[in-house]
């Protein structure tokens, strides 16, 4: 069970979809991010034993965050954090808090989108 104080949760993340959206010129339509939930959320921080760890790893360019557990977030889903719509994120993991505390958080891995090896 992981305790996190409340007022951490200090910043939005939104998570979505990428869908074809029409722009109504002559280019027709665009890629577009759509928001399909927005949560509070606070970046967790890794210990530096643990960055190094990550070194030369598929995990080594990302950032955690923990959000109020929610099952309808999953690794099909995009994110972007704090409406910066120029960063978009991917769902590298899910790691679900299975305690019974009325208190649950999941800490969500996310690869910036465009740095990342898709």
Same mark, same amino acid.
């Given at each position: 069970?992981?305790?996190?104080?409340?007022?951490?949760?200090?910043?939005?993340?939104?998570?979505?979809? $990428? #869908?074809?959206? +029409? %722009?109504?010129?002559?280019?027709?339509?665009?890629?577009?991010? &759509?928001? *399909?939930?927005? @949560?509070?959320?606070?970046?967790?921080?890794?210990?530096?034993?643990?960055?190094?760890?990550?070194?030369? $790893? #598929?995990?080594? +360019? %990302?950032?955690?965050?923990?959000?109020?557990?929610?099952?309808? &977030?999953? *690794?099909?889903? @995009?994110?972007?954090?704090?409406?910066?719509?120029?960063?978009?994120?991917?769902?590298?993991?899910?790691?679900?808090?299975?305690?019974?505390?009325?208190?649950?958080?999941?800490?969500?891995?996310?690869?910036?989108?465009?740095?990342?090896?898709?």
């Amino acid at each position: 069970m992981m305790k996190l104080a409340i007022s951490r949760l200090n910043h939005l993340i939104d998570f979505g979809v $990428t #869908k074809q959206v +029409d %722009t109504g010129t002559i280019d027709g339509t665009i890629a577009q991010f &759509v928001s *399909k939930q927005r @949560l509070h959320c606070a970046f967790y921080q890794r210990s530096q034993s643990q960055q190094y760890s990550l070194l030369g $790893t #598929k995990l080594e +360019d %990302t950032i955690v965050v923990a959000v109020r557990s929610q099952y309808h &977030v999953d *690794k099909s889903m @995009l994110a972007q954090i704090d409406g910066d719509v120029d960063v978009t994120y991917r769902i590298v993991a899910i790691s679900r808090d299975d305690s019974h505390s009325l208190q649950r958080y999941d800490l969500i891995t996310l690869k910036d989108v465009t740095k990342g090896d898709e």
